[in-house]
């Protein structure tokens, strides 16, 4: 009996120490991307982005080519019960856009992400960055350091294609020192077509008047009164009237 009530006892036990391995165990969310160490003084971190846009006309995707991407820092990273953005270390310190990134979550950052970017756009000038050419769908920055940035196109590619600015931090998901960044919405752009344009009419050259062209048997109509028949006419008027003064004499002798 006591042999049976003992392993009972065990049994009772491990079963006790198994729910208890199955309760899961809270954390403070942190308030930046995760809640591992980080290496704040890493230098040789990188952001890879990949860069395609859907092509109207053909409906199909395409790598985008030309033009070029710059990067700005946000803010630095510190340690702080895992890590926590520091705005003090970016090139924005000054700006209420950033203020409120310190208390951010990740999924508050990823939420705020175009619209606190498209306020930094804004902003740009006389900050620094560092500008990397887009080759075949793709654009590197090397040599970064932990921390959040802004991306955004600092000259259009070929065809136009328009890059939204957009954050990306590091580390990233799984503490990754190495982000490979692909923006959320596909890039559309207008079929490539030439436009038509209407030919302006050249006025002609007027011609000279009275000249007819060369080659041409038409004559223009005379104007103007002609003179000679006057003489003419004014002697067969004196000529009826001597002869019919001459004939009335004649009747009366």
């Not at 395409?62 to 890590?83: D, F, P, R």
């Not at 079929?191 to 009275?210: A, E, L, M, V, Y």
Request: hydrophobic content about 35%.
């Amino acid at each position: 009996m006591k042999k049976w009530i003992g392993k009972f006892t065990a049994i009772f036990a491990s079963a006790v120490l198994m729910m208890g391995a199955a309760v899961p165990v809270c954390a403070t969310e942190s308030k930046a991307s995760g809640n591992w160490p980080v290496d704040t003084g890493k230098t040789d971190c990188s952001i890879t982005l990949t860069l395609t846009y859907t092509d109207n006309g053909t409906k199909t995707e395409k790598n985008m080519s030309g033009g070029s991407l710059s990067i700005y820092t946000v803010a630095t990273v510190k340690e702080e019960n895992g890590y926590k953005f520091d705005i003090s270390g970016g090139s924005f310190a000054s700006s209420e856009v950033v203020k409120d990134i310190p208390d951010m979550n990740s999924d508050e950052l990823d939420k705020n992400n175009a619209t606190i970017a498209e306020a930094l756009e804004k902003n740009i000038a006389g900050v620094e960055g560092k500008t990397v050419d887009v080759a075949d769908g793709a654009c590197k920055f090397e040599n970064l350091t932990p921390g959040l940035y802004l991306v955004l196109q600092s000259k259009p590619s070929d065809g136009g294609v328009k890059i939204n600015p957009f954050l990306v931090s590091i580390p990233g998901e799984n503490g990754s020192y190495d982000i490979v960044a692909t923006p959320k919405k596909g890039i559309e752009v207008p079929p490539t077509t030439t436009p038509k344009t209407t030919p302006t009419p050249t006025p002609g050259k007027p011609g000279t008047p009275g000249t007819p062209s060369s080659g041409s048997k038409t004559v223009l109509p005379q104007t103007g009164q002609l003179w000679w028949p006057v003489p003419v006419l004014c002697g067969i008027g004196l000529a009826l009237l001597v002869g019919g003064i001459a004939l009335k004499r004649k009747k009366t002798a």
